[in-house]
């Protein structure tokens, strides 16, 4: 039921965190992996590690804030690969920290486009060949941000709302050309994109001892669920938000 032997998978923002534990995951079980983020040495250096184990996987650097650059990203696996089957839209950036006072329009821009607009890119993009292809899986990184207000982080948890419905969206598109399309909210995972949280022993101390598994949560805890995801072991779920924070949202 968890098998993606022969499945070509996109993961964005693959050169490290989430993205990275997901395209060794998915390689280690058999997918064909594109890696992808906005170095080429860095997402080369994935590339090697998972040929190292016999898996499969090719890189190409991509900005996917600037949809030429995810046309040609999208081109390219195409002319490789024939197509995508299992979509994994993980890149972000939250160049804000703090209230919504101190948000310029310039940087609101960024968040939307790089969080939200390129995951609309992709989609269009690949969708269509997908459904081609007989059908496919889309996982959508989200964030408990999404779920919950927040004083330093709003304009996140706005666009990871914003990604939360479009998966609902697409799900209700989609599904009758055998396309699943889900989302991830994780809480706190020990990765750069939370290190100065994770790497701040009072905070970490504070929020762990909230959390009911009394720890952040690990890339590799997120990739898995991305691999249930994209696998037929999910064969009958579509257009849902599934929380991964070590129960921090219902302590």
């Not at 499945?7 to 060794?24: M, Q």
């Not at 080369?44 to 090719?58: Q, S, T």
């Not at 269509?128 to 948890?157: D, F």
Request: glycine letters at 10%; charged letters at 20%.
């Amino acid at each position: 039921m968890f098998d993606v032997r022969g499945k070509v998978a996109l993961i964005t923002g693959a050169s490290r965190g989430i993205g990275r534990a997901t395209a060794i995951q998915l390689a280690q079980s058999g997918a064909k992996v594109v890696i992808s983020s906005r170095k080429q040495n860095a997402c080369d250096a994935v590339v090697e590690e998972i040929r190292a184990f016999g898996g499969e996987a090719i890189a190409k650097a991509c900005h996917v804030g600037d949809r030429t650059q995810v046309e040609g990203l999208i081109a390219h696996v195409n002319e490789v690969w024939g197509g995508i089957d299992i979509l994994v839209c993980n890149a972000a950036t939250n160049p804000v920290y703090g209230p919504a006072a101190l948000l310029t329009d310039e940087l609101f821009t960024k968040i939307m486009t790089v969080n939200v607009q390129s995951t609309v890119w992709l989609c269009n993009m690949v969708l269509p060949r997908m459904a081609e292809r007989g059908g496919g899986s889309v996982v959508i990184l989200s964030s408990i941000a999404s779920l919950r207000g927040s004083a330093t982080i709003g304009a996140y948890g706005m666009s990871k709302a914003a990604e939360a419905a479009l998966a609902r969206n697409l799900a209700v598109e989609w599904g009758p050309k055998g396309i699943r399309v889900n989302a991830i909210a994780p809480g706190v995972v020990n990765t750069d994109f939370a290190k100065e949280l994770v790497n701040d022993p009072v905070r970490r101390a504070q929020m762990e001892s909230r959390t009911p598994l009394r720890r952040f949560g690990e890339p590799q805890d997120i990739a898995g669920i991305v691999h249930f995801l994209a696998s037929p072991a999910s064969a009958y779920i579509t257009g849902q938000v599934i929380v991964a924070d070590g129960g921090e949202t219902i302590s």
